[in-house]
């Protein structure tokens, strides 16, 4: 079974630009979710997705959004990108929404704001 | 604010031996622990969990105590291979969030293993 794939891997942008990031999930996984991972701050949530509704957000500003589609794969945006922005972007599905379900990571985007 | 600390950014262990990684969390409301292990270029897999109504919880070479009252854990690694090398990371989740995700993480801690 193939496991979370996320694209693009890497990716350079400018101050001012927004970008989107893909995840696809482990086939048959509902739930997606996001992390973003910078150094010294550890993995951070973002937001949750299960049936293509988000059901929980993460304590970011409101240039992250994030959706997903009726296939369970998930897109998340940052308008606006700041220095700070960049960082690595880990997708997480599992298969259902309980709080005990494994979660399943991607290999990340790694995003440089520049 | 730093809900669950790794306070050992590094940790050098000789093959053979036992590997303990510790883990703090300030937050009384998580009731569920999570050890994630990363390579370089991959993202986390998943490890060994352990629920707040348990103690300790085994899984081969693995363990994971929790003492609630210190509001600490640790995984142990017995004994420790070289393919043990990489960075692990503490989660912790509360009972609140209702859904497996939002996970609170640590910053992580490099494990060497030295042959």
């Known amino acids: 079974k193939a496991g979370v794939t996320q694209t693009p891997r890497y990716l350079i942008k400018t101050r001012g630009q927004q970008v989107t990031l893909s995840c696809s999930p482990i086939?048959?996984?509902?739930?997606v979710s996001w992390y973003q991972q910078t150094p010294g701050q550890g993995l951070q949530f973002l937001f949750e997705y299960f049936s293509e509704t988000q059901r929980n957000k993460g304590n970011f500003p409101g240039r992250f959004s994030g959706r997903q589609f009726s296939n369970s794969r998930s897109e998340m945006n940052v308008s606006t990108l700041e220095l700070g922005d960049s960082a690595l972007y880990l997708c997480?599905?599992?298969?259902?929404?309980?709080?005990?379900?494994?979660?399943?990571f991607g290999p990340g985007t790694r995003l440089l704001v520049l | 604010d730093q809900q669950v600390k790794q306070n050992s950014p590094s940790l050098s262990v000789q093959e053979g031996r036992i590997s303990i990684l510790n883990c703090d969390y300030t937050n009384s409301m998580f009731d569920y622990f999570l050890w994630y292990k990363k390579y370089p270029a991959e993202g986390p897999t998943f490890l060994i969990s352990i629920s707040s109504i348990k103690d300790k919880n085994e899984d081969g070479r693995f363990t994971v105590f929790l003492n609630k009252s210190a509001k600490h854990l640790s995984l142990h690694i017995v004994p420790s291979q070289p393919g043990d090398s990489a960075v692990y990371f503490c989660?912790?989740?509360?009972?609140?969030?209702?859904?497996?995700?939002?996970?609170?993480f640590g910053t992580g801690t490099r494990l060497q293993v030295t042959l």
């Open positions: 997480a599905s599992s298969l259902g929404a309980r709080r005990q379900e494994t979660q399943y």
């Open positions: 086939s048959g996984h509902r739930s």
């Open positions: 989660a912790a989740s509360k009972a609140t969030t209702g859904t497996a995700s939002k996970l609170t």
